[in-house]
């Protein structure tokens, strides 16, 4: 079950919950798909100044947004560059209780390959153009 936690101000809501992330050649595919015109009916913006890295989110919509994500005592603004594509892919983060992937780089410099960890996730109060 996913636990809310309350900031005051400007988070609109942040979540704890587990981080997995993709291996390196999805993370690869997946930005230069999400990069080139005409891939797929989710574009990643051009503009990605302040973001370092990336997180697969459950749902589509979220493409292009930016969520600030901890874990033990990091903090990275993450854009949302991929969704779970299939139903099966949205029972096993809902089951257990994942609340995103981050990029093979991302879960590189975090030491976290190959294992999911604990975090937060906060969506910002105003979404990302």
Same mark, same amino acid.
């Given at each position: 079950?996913?636990?809310? =936690? /309350?900031?005051?101000?400007?988070?609109?809501?942040?979540?704890? #919950?587990?981080?997995?992330?993709? /291996?390196?050649?999805?993370?690869?595919?997946?930005?230069?798909?999400?990069?080139?015109?005409?891939?797929? /009916?989710?574009?990643?913006?051009?503009?990605?100044?302040?973001?370092d890295?990336? =997180?697969?989110?459950?749902?589509?919509?979220? =493409? #292009?947004?930016?969520?600030?994500?901890?874990?033990? #005592?990091?903090?990275?603004?993450?854009?949302?560059?991929?969704?779970?594509?299939?139903?099966?892919?949205?029972?096993?983060?809902?089951?257990g209780?994942?609340? #995103?992937?981050?990029?093979?780089?991302?879960?590189?410099?975090?030491? =976290?390959?190959?294992?999911?960890?604990?975090?937060?996730?906060?969506?910002? /109060?105003?979404p990302?153009?």
């Open positions: 079950m996913l636990s809310t =936690i /309350a900031l005051p101000l400007a988070a609109a809501s942040c979540v704890v #919950g587990l981080l997995s992330q993709y /291996a390196q050649r999805p993370t690869d595919e997946t930005l230069r798909n999400r990069s080139t015109p005409g891939r797929t /009916a989710y574009m990643l913006p051009e503009d990605r100044q302040g973001v890295g990336y =997180i697969a989110a459950l749902s589509c919509r979220d =493409i #292009g947004q930016v969520w600030t994500v901890h874990w033990q #005592g990091r903090t990275a603004r993450l854009m949302v560059y991929d969704c779970a594509g299939d139903a099966r892919t949205r029972a096993w983060m809902q089951r209780n994942v609340l #995103g992937e981050v990029d093979y780089y991302t879960a590189r410099d975090w030491g =976290i390959v190959g294992r999911a960890v604990e975090g937060v996730v906060c969506r910002d /109060a105003t990302t153009p």
